[in-house]
């Protein structure tokens, strides 16, 4: 049959679009009501396989089953986002053995970003505090990985810079399966 996966705040489908999981049962959803119809194009001239999307707040959002993957991409960071409110209902939905994808932005990185007036915008985290939160709601954490960006000029010089001179990333991927 396939695995089913849940796509957080999907944005404009980019996961469907470039991973082409025809074997997997994507239900995505986001708040903004433009990606609807953008949703319902993707799929009729199959540039994205079989999928469901729906318009929802993150804090609103009841999941109908639960998931082999929840992909939570870039929420996060936002500071009218806070993990530790809404991790839990993520892991909820989430099979035994299930796998947790998420990207967050780490506290140490703080002060860099702030020097160049970059991070207003931003919630940051201790990421040994998220990393005992989701072991104590029973998930064990497989990878966290550093994020040197995908843009490039000044802004990949100095995430690289801050990696290669600090061990520290602006941002990080959690990867962590349901016990």
């Not at 849940?6 to 025809?22: D, H």
């Not at 009501?33 to 799929?43: I, Q």
């Not at 915008?121 to 954490?141: F, H, I, N, P, Q």
């Not at 990949?156 to 399966?177: C, E, K, M, P």
Request: aromatic share 12%; no cysteine.
């Amino acid at each position: 049959d396939g695995i089913e996966i849940l796509n957080v705040a999907s944005g404009p489908f980019a996961m469907e679009f470039y991973l082409q999981l025809r074997n997997a049962r994507i239900t995505s959803f986001d708040r903004e009501p433009r990606l609807a119809a953008l949703h319902r194009n993707l799929t009729a001239t199959g540039l994205i396989g079989d999928s469901t999307f729906q318009v929802e707040k993150v804090e609103a959002y009841i999941a109908p089953r639960a998931f082999d993957a929840v992909i939570i991409n870039d929420l996060f960071y936002s500071k009218h986002v806070d993990f530790y409110a809404l991790i839990d209902t993520y892991i909820a939905n989430l099979k035994p053995g299930g796998l947790l994808y998420f990207d967050i932005q780490d506290a140490r990185a703080g002060p860099v970003w702030r020097a160049f007036g970059k991070d207003s915008e931003y919630r940051r985290y201790d990421l040994s505090d998220v990393a005992r939160k989701l072991k104590s709601r029973g998930m064990t954490v497989s990878a966290t990985v550093p994020v040197l960006g995908i843009k490039g000029g000044f802004d990949r010089i100095l995430r690289n810079g801050l990696w290669h001179v600090t061990g520290v990333a602006n941002s990080y991927v959690f990867v962590a399966r349901k016990d």
